[in-house]
């Protein structure tokens, strides 16, 4: 049984920085790609970044520049580096794990497992 456990949420101000970790366990997805979505309230959830199996990233334009994707497969594990937070960053994060290997998108039918969620909150 697959478990994505994410750590690393919490409450910052405007311009801190926090590190969110993502653990997997179940299987190992070294082929496939992992990361991140976002869901704020009242709102859609939304793609924020992921890494592919080569370490190639990808990002939503509000954050690039300011978040940073990365994995240690090794330890099955993902991270979100989440610098010059913003009050707009505001929302839960969930770890996701690709649906298909080789392959990476922005969609959420990309993207099979997910973790419970993590908040994170941005005061001004």
């Known amino acids: 049984q697959v478990q994505l456990v994410e750590s690393g949420g919490g409450l910052v101000q405007a311009g801190d920085s926090l590190r969110l970790s993502c653990a997997a366990s179940?299987?190992?997805?070294?082929?496939?790609?992992m990361g991140w979505f976002r869901q704020a309230p009242g709102k859609e959830r939304e793609f924020v970044s992921a890494?592919?199996?080569?370490?190639?990233?990808m990002a939503t334009d509000s954050v690039k520049g300011r978040f940073t994707t990365s994995r240690d497969k090794a330890k099955n594990t993902v991270y979100l580096r989440m610098n010059n937070l913003r009050p707009e960053d505001t929302a839960v994060y969930y770890c996701?794990?690709?649906?298909?290997?080789?392959?990476?998108?922005?969609?959420?039918?990309?993207?099979?497992?997910w973790g419970q969620g993590t908040q994170v909150t941005v005061s001004s």
């Open positions: 996701v794990t690709g649906a298909r290997t080789f392959n990476m998108g922005r969609r959420l039918s990309d993207y099979e497992h």
């Open positions: 179940g299987r190992t997805f070294n082929n496939y790609a």
């Open positions: 890494i592919d199996w080569r370490g190639m990233t």
